[in-house]
Nanobody, 115 residues
Framework: QVQLVESGGGLVQPGGSLRLSCAAS????????MGWYRQAPGKQRELVAR???????VYAESVKGRFTISRDNAVNTVFLQMNSLSPEETAVYYC?????????WGQGIQVTVSS
């Protein structure tokens, strides 16, 4: 059974930082590309950042220079360090694991940026 469990979300003030984690089980983690997506109320889900099995990274333009995605294959976990957060980034953040044949999503975690 594949599980992707996100943690680290919550309430943060504008300009603050959060670090999200996504722990994977039931897959050969090192074989999967991992990504973070977010969905704000009334909006479509969008890519935030992704990291390939080889470590190559891609970021949405809006988060470049502020967010960092990384992975630790030893503990089957992908991270998203988010700095200088703005209220517009309030959303549910989702973890995704993808390979050529499979695609899995976490249940999502709320991030609220508000004073």
């Amino acid at each position: 059974q594949v599980q992707l469990v996100e943690s680290g979300g919550g309430l943060v003030q504008p300009g603050g930082s959060l670090r999200l984690s996504c722990a994977a089980s039931g897959i050969i983690f090192s074989d999967y590309g991992m990504g973070w997506y977010r969905q704000a109320p009334g909006k479509q889900r969008e890519l935030v950042a992704r990291i390939s099995s080889g470590g190559s990274t891609v970021y949405a333009e809006s988060v470049k220079g502020r967010f960092t995605i990384s992975r630790d294959n030893a503990v089957n976990t992908v991270f998203l360090q988010m700095n200088s957060l703005s209220p517009e980034e309030t959303a549910v953040y989702y973890c995704r694991a993808s390979s050529y044949t499979n695609n899995y999503w976490g249940q999502g975690i709320q991030v609220t940026v508000s004073s």
